[in-house]
C-alpha cells in the first residue's frame, strides 16, 4: 500500500466513515431507483395515466427506494458488524481464560485503537495469572516445607533411644522451623496489609541517619558472627514518612546484605541528598546476582538463591518495593556477578 494509501486510512475516523457510508447508501439507492424507472419507462410499464396521478408515483417511489436501500444496507453493514463480531468472540474467549487472544484491527483508527489496548489488557492479564501460579506454587512450597520438617522430627522425638544431643539438636530444628513458620505468616499478613493500603498514615519527620544506626546496632551480632567489615556515611538527614514502614526498609535491606556477604566481606551504606531527593545505596561484596535474575528480584516469593539454602522466604524485598511505592520514592537493584550487590532508594524529601 502507497504511502498515501495509509495516510488516507490512518485520517478516516469511525464517524467518518458511517458518514461516508450513509452518503453512499443514499447515493447508490437514488441511482438505482433512477435507473429502474428509466428502463420501466423505456419499456412502457409506466404509461402516462399512471405517472399522472398525484400520490400513485411517490409510494412506488419511496416502497423502491426502501426495498433497495435496504438491501444495499445489509450488506455494507456486514462488514461493521464483521469486527464487532470479532471483538466480542475476542472478549469471550478471553473471559475463557485464553490470555493468548490478540485482535489485529488496523481501521478505522478507533478500532486500531480499541485492538491495541484489547492486546495490552490480554497481555498484562496472562502476566498477573503467571505471577498468581508462581504465588500459588511458592506459597505452597514455603507454608508445607517447616511444615513437614516439624512432623518428621516431632516423631522422631517419640524415641526413647535418642541420646540428650540428638534430642536437643531436634529440638533446635523443631524450634527453627516454627520461628520460620511465624516469620512467614508475618510476612505475608504485612504484605497483604501494605499491598491494600493506598495512603499513607502516620507521616512525621523521621531522622533516616538516625534510624539506620539503629538496625545496624540490632544486627551487630549477625555481622560479628561472620566477620563483616562495614562501612557507614550517614548523614541526619530527615524526610517524611511512616516511621515504622521506614524502619522496615532499611532493617530488612540491611539483612540482606549480611546474609549474601560472605565471610570477611564488607556491607557498605551511604546516604546523599540529591535534586529535592534522598538517595540510599546499601551495597554489599560477594558474588551477586545473574543478569537474569536481578528483574525479578522483588517478585513475591521469588529467591535468587533456588536451593533455599539461606534463610527466608522470599518476601522481605517485595514489602521494601512496596513501601518505598508507598512513599513516592522506587529502588533499583544493580548487581555484578563478581563485585555484588546494591539496592540503590530514592525517596523524595525536603531540604
Request: charged share 20%.
Amino acid at each position: 500500500m502507497s504511502r498515501l494509501g495509509i495516510w488516507i486510512k490512518e485520517k478516516i475516523t469511525l464517524s467518518f466513515l458511517f458518514s461516508l457510508m450513509v452518503f453512499i447508501i443514499f447515493l447508490i439507492t437514488v441511482v438505482i431507483t433512477g435507473i429502474l424507472f428509466v428502463l420501466a419507462h423505456f419499456l412502457g410499464l409506466l404509461n402516462d395515466e399512471f405517472t399522472q396521478g398525484g400520490i400513485v408515483l411517490p409510494i412506488i417511489i419511496l416502497i423502491s427506494c426502501i426495498i433497495i436501500g435496504t438491501t444495499i444496507s445489509s450488506f455494507a453493514s456486514r462488514r461493521m458488524v464483521k469486527s464487532v463480531r470479532e471483538f466480542i468472540e475476542a472478549i469471550q474467549r478471553l473471559a475463557a481464560g485464553d490470555f493468548s487472544t490478540r485482535l489485529h484491527m488496523k481501521s478505522p483508527p478507533e478500532y486500531r485503537i480499541l485492538s491495541d489496548n484489547f492486546n495490552r489488557m490480554a497481555e498484562e492479564l496472562g502476566g498477573i495469572e503467571i505471577l498468581r501460579a508462581d504465588f500459588v506454587n511458592n506459597f505452597s512450597h514455603e507454608f508445607k516445607t517447616p511444615i513437614v520438617s516439624i512432623k518428621g522430627f516431632a516423631e522422631i522425638l517419640k524415641y526413647d533411644d535418642l541420646t540428650k544431643e540428638e534430642r536437643d539438636e531436634y529440638l533446635d530444628i523443631v524450634i527453627e522451623e516454627s520461628a520460620r513458620l511465624a516469620a512467614l505468616a508475618s510476612n505475608v499478613l504485612e504484605l497483604s496489609k501494605i499491598e491494600t493500603q493506598t495512603i499513607l498514615t502516620d507521616k512525621q519527620k523521621v531522622n533516616v541517619g538516625e534510624q539506620i544506626r539503629q538496625c545496624v546496632l540490632l544486627l551487630t551480632t549477625k555481622m560479628e558472627k561472620k566477620h563483616l567489615s562495614l562501612d557507614l556515611n550517614l548523614h541526619d538527614y530527615a524526610l517524611s514518612g511512616n516511621k515504622e514502614l521506614l524502619n522496615q526498609i532499611w532493617l530488612n535491606l540491611l539483612d540482606n546484605a549480611i546474609k549474601f556477604t560472605p565471610e570477611h566481606g564488607m556491607v557498605t551504606i551511604e546516604m546523599k541528598r540529591i535534586a529535592g531527593s534522598l538517595e540510599l545505596v546499601f551495597r554489599n561484596t560477594g558474588s551477586g546476582i545473574d543478569p537474569e535474575t536481578v528483574p525479578r528480584i522483588f517478585d513475591k516469593f521469588y529467591q535468587a538463591d533456588r536451593s533455599h539454602s539461606t534463610a527466608g522466604n522470599g518476601l522481605g524485598l517485595t514489602i521494601v518495593q512496596q513501601i518505598v511505592n508507598l512513599h513516592g520514592g522506587r529502588i533499583v537493584c544493580e548487581s555484578d556477578p563478581i563485585q555484588g550487590t546494591e539496592f540503590i532508594i530514592t525517596l523524595p524529601s525536603e531540604a
